[in-house]
């Protein structure tokens, strides 16, 4: 099996990486900001709920994406269930049985 190019990286991984990367340090400031000014913390938090959701859509999307590209390349990559060397030796196979 080739390894894939390490120079290239599907779009989907790209835009879900930088998203979780903005995510962490999203929440990291927030914790820091909560901590420098305790009465604004309940902003935050609401700030904070929107932000949590479009990460979780971010790597729901992203796994389901991931998830159909292995299905779709296993399906392409196996082989037929019928194949017409498996044919030719089932018909030569009764030629000899039906012969002796």
């Given at each position: 099996?080739?390894?894939?190019?390490?120079?290239?990286?599907?779009?989907?991984?790209?835009?879900?990486?930088?998203?979780?990367?903005?995510?962490?340090?999203?929440?990291?400031?927030?914790?820091?900001?909560?901590?420098?000014?305790?009465?604004i913390?309940?902003?935050?938090?609401?700030?904070?709920?929107?932000?949590?959701?479009?990460?979780?859509?971010?790597?729901?999307?992203?796994?389901?994406?991931?998830?159909?590209?292995?299905?779709?390349?296993?399906?392409?990559?196996?082989?037929?269930?019928?194949?017409t060397?498996?044919?030719?030796?089932?018909?030569?196979?009764?030629?000899?049985?039906?012969?002796?």
């Amino acid at each position: 099996m080739a390894k894939p190019d390490p120079k290239f990286m599907q779009y989907s991984k790209k835009m879900a990486s930088r998203v979780t990367i903005f995510w962490m340090i999203y929440r990291i400031v927030n914790l820091i900001i909560a901590i420098i000014q305790p009465s604004i913390s309940n902003a935050l938090v609401d700030l904070s709920a929107g932000i949590d959701t479009i990460m979780i859509v971010n790597m729901g999307a992203y796994t389901m994406n991931s998830g159909t590209e292995k299905v779709a390349i296993a399906f392409g990559k196996r082989k037929s269930l019928y194949s017409t060397d498996d044919v030719e030796k089932d018909e030569s196979d009764e030629k000899e049985d039906e012969n002796g």
